[in-house]
């Protein structure tokens, strides 16, 4: 009879998964010796529980397959915790993995001891735990539900001691989920209709679309009535910069731009538009919607809601392609000019050397099929606007969970999945410093990543918001000045640049490096103040 330990690894092979990210513990010693010996599945030693869920979040967003995390009592569940989070509100299917106390402790006092099932409930959708007689089942069932609908995170507790004992008989295959049925057909007209009526129509797609790998037909939609398309950040790449119907990115840099064509339209049509990242209200005119999603519409009363088709998003797109109707009322010259004036406001200036020339030069030098994996801070507003992304995928944000500490482990994860692929990530040396001992992850497993730190130290976003409200600035400078310090850290080695030309033979170098190097931008954080935190609506 097979061991509990080795029914685990199975299952998780059987769903396809490659590696599983954590920091060990007693109870996990069985479970590392059978990965260890287990053939095209792979135990990775993070430096922290809060960077393997992360890792693993962005594992499961690249591969569509659950990333696979661990941690152990308290403690290690409660770090861990950041990446499930991560995982719910980014939409990336996971399944975390903890010790648990068996039946005779659970519930008593001892230490470490919380309630993982009560701790995990709210951050995922199920939590459970492992027994010996449903091993696959059980996993089985975790994957399913991780990745059916919108995707997230299934906790599954590990009961300690049931490692070493014997697993039941189990006649189980896993099957991953179907996809969404069609929607009803009434409200497929409706949403026909809809568009049929409406002059100024404007697309919204979110990142549900990018799950729905549905580009192409939004391209085909815009280019079939004449359209403008605004994306929430999540769902860069799915419309090139340059496409005659691109009209930018809700929420991030100069916003207030990409709001005088929203502001516009007689009706929204939200094509897999998750509120998770910038609900609708906070920038769309009272006007109309129409919702193509998996998921009922999620809207402030007071904002009539035309059509809500639930159900596949590439049939009910299919259901308006058909028709027939002529273009509409847009500008669309207008909205080239309104392009092209953001664009060009977004380009490096003649002063100081600024976060605007940085991205600039690393988006020239970074393939077309680099991936990017871009941390939370003010920079993040403006690659949200600035960064031509060629593709979903090639650029790596949370901005459902937006927790700070993201770049680094979302980088690492990326290159695990594409090993023959150029990737970077671009973090400020806030959100740097909290995660930056996933350096020694890059170490021990050689990832060869460039990681470029905008050093301005400077908690922007909230500086610029206390100098809104006349405050003093207290509480957001990260050091009184310098740099992030030394030319190596935990064994990677650091250029520091302050000039254009020093930067990107930098960065030469940085890529043709064989592991993992630190490019420090010293830039002057004054750059973000004209361009982030604009008012994405004015009210009537």
């Not at 059987?14 to 010693?29: D, L, Q, R, Y």
């Not at 006649?171 to 049929?196: E, H, N, W, Y």
């Not at 600024?354 to 099929?369: E, S, Y």
Request: aromatic fraction near 6%; glycine fraction near 10%.
């Amino acid at each position: 009879m097979a061991k509990v330990a080795t029914k685990v690894v199975e299952a998780l092979k059987e769903i396809g998964v490659t590696h599983v990210f954590g920091v060990p513990s007693g109870g996990w010693v069985d479970y590392m010796e059978e990965l260890r010996k287990a053939d095209g599945i792979e135990f990775i030693l993070a430096t922290h529980e809060g960077g393997a869920g992360m890792m693993a979040e962005v594992y499961g967003r690249l591969t569509g397959r659950p990333g696979v995390c661990f941690g152990t009592f308290g403690p290690g569940a409660t770090n861990l915790a950041t990446g499930v989070g991560e995982a719910l509100l980014d939409r990336s299917p996971m399944i975390a993995l903890t010790d648990e106390f068996g039946p005779k402790l659970r519930g008593r006092t001892v230490q470490m001891g919380i309630d993982h099932q009560a701790l995990f409930a709210p951050l995922t959708k199920k939590t459970t735990r492992l027994a010996a007689d449903s091993v696959k089942a059980t996993l089985f069932d975790a994957a399913a539900v991780a990745m059916s609908a919108r995707p997230g995170p299934v906790h599954v507790g590990l009961p300690v001691g049931l490692s070493a004992t014997e697993a039941g008989e189990e006649s189980v295959t896993f099957t991953p989920p179907a996809g969404p049925p069609t929607a009803d057909p009434t409200a497929v007209a409706a949403a026909a209709q809809a568009l049929f009526a409406a002059r100024k129509p404007i697309i919204a797609v979110g990142l549900g679309a990018v799950a729905a790998g549905v580009g192409g037909k939004v391209r085909e939609l815009a280019e079939r009535f004449d359209l403008p398309v605004v994306l929430t950040p999540m769902a860069k790449g799915l419309l090139p910069e340059q496409h005659r119907s691109y009209a930018g990115v809700l929420f991030h840099a100069l916003s207030n731009e990409v709001g005088e064509t929203h502001a516009q339209a007689d009706l929204v049509i939200g094509v897999g538009y998750d509120p998770v990242e910038f609900n609708y209200e906070s920038w769309m005119p009272r006007v109309p919607l129409v919702s193509l999603d998996t998921e009922p519409a999620d809207i402030e009363e007071g904002y009539p809601v035309a059509a809500d088709v639930v159900g596949d998003i590439e049939t009910s797109l299919d259901a308006l392609l058909a028709l027939q109707s002529d273009a509409k009322d847009w500008d669309m010259a207008a909205l080239a000019d309104r392009r092209a004036s953001m664009f060009k406001k977004l380009e490096p200036g003649n002063g100081p050397f600024g976060p605007c020339a940085v991205l600039t030069i690393l988006r020239d030098m970074l393939p077309q099929d680099g991936i990017m994996a871009c941390d939370v801070g003010a920079h993040t507003h403006l690659i949200g606007q600035l960064w031509r992304t060629p593709a979903p995928g090639t650029q790596l944000m949370t901005d459902g969970w937006s927790t700070m500490g993201f770049g680094l482990p979302a980088a690492i994860a990326a290159k695990m999945v594409h090993p023959d692929r150029a990737v970077c990530a671009v973090v400020g040396d806030g959100g740097f410093l909290m995660t930056v001992g996933e350096l020694a992850t890059a170490v021990r497993y050689n990832t060869k990543i460039v990681v470029v730190v905008l050093t301005d130290n400077d908690l922007a976003l909230i500086r610029i918001k206390q100098e809104k409200k006349g405050n003093p600035i207290y509480g957001t400078p990260v050091r009184p000045g310098g740099t992030i310090g030394g030319s190596n850290l935990f064994g990677v080695p650091v250029i520091s640049t302050s000039a254009p030309d020093e930067f990107r033979a930098a960065l030469d170098a940085a890529f043709a490096a064989e592991g993992p190097m630190i490019v420090e931008a010293i830039v002057d954080s004054r750059e973000y103040d004209g361009l982030v935190l604009k008012k994405d609506k004015v009210e009537a």
